[in-house]
């Protein structure tokens, strides 16, 4: 009888202990993460991989709950504002019309590479585009991510600036419209979903996106032709909360979410060469030819007659904006050692 007694209280306890260590584990703040369905990018790498970290970070505090269709793309960041959501992963290239800041890395002949990008971003651009998403947009950014190479994928060679004469091309950004508008190609935008349709119809000839997902989207049924043009190749993507659910937020739970943005941060931009590496065989083993534009055309591509539309948009739109736009691009070229003719 003594012994049954013992194990009833031993099971007792133990329930208890069970009890009390779920209750530890349990999520004290559920948040709400809104993105876009781009399966098979480094978006969507990111955006998983962040709400992972910070419930890892936390001890399962802080639980982001990951929502695929909840806002539209270009909604992401005022959902954030409104406090529809708590959090979003923001395209930011679909805010550079109004607010051109986001469109920096989009200007044809600016940043080349990710080595140029990382010296503009981490000089001076990341800090403006916090402060801007704090200011107009109420919320706070805890990581920043970086989109595939932007690539041109086509049903007919690209190959040549004489090439796009003619050619609709998708586009998603009021920079590259512009560009490809001068090149003599009739810019057409459309939402993401209705991109491989209509390449399948030919309503569009080519489309400026992702490598990444487009090859996720199994766009090489379609579109054999894939060219690296240096034409808003390096697109980055924050990661915001809304500001009065950060401040809900526990000051030591605070920091961990952000250390964990923080490091998440660093891992994406350094894994970014290795992991575009691959994506050219990629294609290839697709039968897709994958194609990078010689310097020769690159350079006939932005010449002065046809950046200048692109940068003559960018500074009107500064001007609407309130800032001086051309102060902007030196502050870039400066860092970059670069004196561009626009």
């Known amino acids: 009888m003594k012994l049954k007694k013992t194990l009833a209280v031993s099971a007792l306890t133990l329930m208890l202990l069970l009890a009390w260590a779920w209750g530890a584990m349990a999520a004290t703040h559920k948040l709400t993460l809104a993105y876009l369905p781009v399966k098979g990018t480094l978006y969507v790498e990111v955006t998983e991989m962040f709400a992972q970290r910070v419930k890892e970070a936390t001890g399962g505090q802080v639980e982001i709950v990951l929502n695929d269709s909840l806002v539209k793309g270009t909604q992401l960041a005022q959902s954030v504002r409104d406090d529809r959501v708590q959090l979003a992963t923001i395209l930011a290239g679909y805010y550079s019309?109004?607010?051109p800041q986001f469109g920096l890395s989009q200007l044809p002949g600016l940043m080349d590479d990710l080595k140029e990008f990382k010296a503009v971003f981490y000089g001076f651009w990341r800090e403006d585009l916090n402060r801007i998403l704090n200011d107009k947009y109420h919320c706070k950014?805890?990581?920043?991510?970086?989109?595939?190479?932007?690539?041109?994928?086509?049903?007919?060679?690209?190959?040549?600036?004489?090439?796009?004469?003619?050619?609709?091309?998708?586009?998603?950004?009021?920079?590259?419209?512009?560009?490809?508008?001068?090149?003599?190609?009739?810019?057409?935008?459309?939402?993401?979903?209705?991109?491989?349709?209509?390449?399948?119809?030919?309503?569009?000839?080519?489309?400026?996106?992702?490598?990444?997902w487009a090859y996720g989207q199994a766009f090489y049924t379609v579109a054999k032709y894939v060219t690296l043009w240096p034409i808003s190749t390096i697109l980055p993507f924050p990661i915001v909360i809304n500001n009065d659910e950060w401040k809900k937020l526990p000051k030591d739970l605070q920091d961990k979410v952000a250390a964990a943005g923080k490091k998440l941060e660093q891992m994406a931009f350094e894994d970014y060469t290795s992991k575009m590496e691959s994506l050219p065989k990629k294609w290839a083993s697709k039968g897709a030819q994958y194609y990078v534009a010689p310097q020769d055309q690159v350079k006939l591509m932005f010449q002065p007659k046809n950046i200048a539309m692109v940068y003559k948009s960018f500074f009107e739109r500064a001007q609407k904006a309130g800032f001086d736009g051309k102060a902007y691009v030196k502050q870039a070229e400066k860092i970059l050692g670069k004196d561009l003719k626009y």
């Not at 805890?142 to 989109?147: A, N, Y």
């Not at 190479?149 to 091309?169: E, M, R």
């Open 97 to 99: 019309a109004t607010n």
């Open 141 to 212: 950014v805890l990581t920043w991510g970086l989109f595939a190479p932007q690539n041109l994928i086509s049903i007919k060679p690209i190959s040549t600036v004489a090439n796009f004469k003619g050619k609709k091309i998708r586009v998603h950004n009021i920079e590259t419209a512009t560009l490809v508008s001068a090149l003599g190609a009739k810019p057409t935008p459309m939402p993401a979903s209705e991109v491989l349709p209509a390449l399948q119809r030919g309503i569009i000839d080519g489309v400026f996106t992702s490598s990444a």
